[in-house]
């Protein structure tokens, strides 16, 4: 099966930076997402690394390593609509399955900007 | 514009009463599923459908019934609610294949059941 560990909660100061981690065990691991969650919303898509290294978009950048079957999410330049839940989700290549790309999503981590 | 739309946004039902949980996406999408979200863990997927009449379970299935007769829709049907399945449920959908766009889920607004 697939599992997924990130911390349920991180305080970060307007302008600062943070990271927030993303450790995964699978069995066919095909790549690895991030989505963004505000308080009542719908998730929406950050970001996908399926090779090793950085993704940068805007002032998110997202990072993997396959090797260490870790990720992480970076926000630089924090601002207070920062203020939201962030899941990672694995993108696992099923078995037997014909092709099927399951998604499994992390518990979230939820990230308070304060002033 | 591109979107998943989702009905009812909020009900509030009592047990055993079957509903259906509408979604239709105008995307164009092979990929469809349902995802319920519970305080703690995260979003859990109920079932997906590669295609038209093609359906699957994902995780936490017990309850719950799809069909997709249409590309565009897959309603997510209760025939007995009962309380722990009060939940928020979302159903997103996605291209599939090598294609741009396929690693990218796009959300409905969701939908808030509360079963008495």
């Known amino acids: 099966g697939q599992s997924l560990e990130q911390p349920s909660e991180v305080t970060a100061v307007e302008g600062a930076i943070v990271q927030i981690n993303c450790t995964y065990q699978t069995s066919g691991f095909y790549g690895l997402s991030w989505y963004q969650q505000h308080d009542g919303g719908a998730p929406t898509f950050l970001s996908y690394n399926g090779l090793d290294g950085l993704e940068e978009t805007g002032r998110f950048s997202s990072f993997l390593s396959r090797s260490d079957s870790y990720g992480y999410l970076l926000l630089q330049e924090l601002q207070m609509k920062d203020s939201a839940s962030y899941f990672c989700a694995v993108r696992d290549l099923l078995l037997n399955s014909g092709g099927y790309q399951k998604v499994t999503f992390g518990t979230g981590t939820k990230l308070q900007v304060i002033p | 514009e591109a979107q998943v739309t989702q009905n009812p946004r909020y009900l509030i039902t009592v047990t055993g009463k079957k509903l259906t949980v509408t979604c239709s996406q105008n995307m164009n999408h092979e990929y469809m599923s349902w995802y319920r979200q519970d305080p703690g863990l995260g979003l859990r997927q109920i079932y997906y459908s590669m295609n038209v009449e093609v359906t699957d379970k994902g995780d936490v299935p017990e309850g719950y019934k799809v069909s997709r007769k249409e590309k565009r829709n897959f309603p997510l049907i209760l025939e007995s609610p009962s309380p722990n399945q009060t939940s928020l449920y979302f159903c997103?959908?996605?291209?599939?294949?090598?294609?741009?766009?396929?690693?990218?889920?796009?959300f409905g607004a969701g939908s808030r059941l509360t079963v008495l």
């Open positions: 997103a959908s996605r291209k599939t294949g090598r294609v741009a766009g396929a690693n990218v889920l796009t």
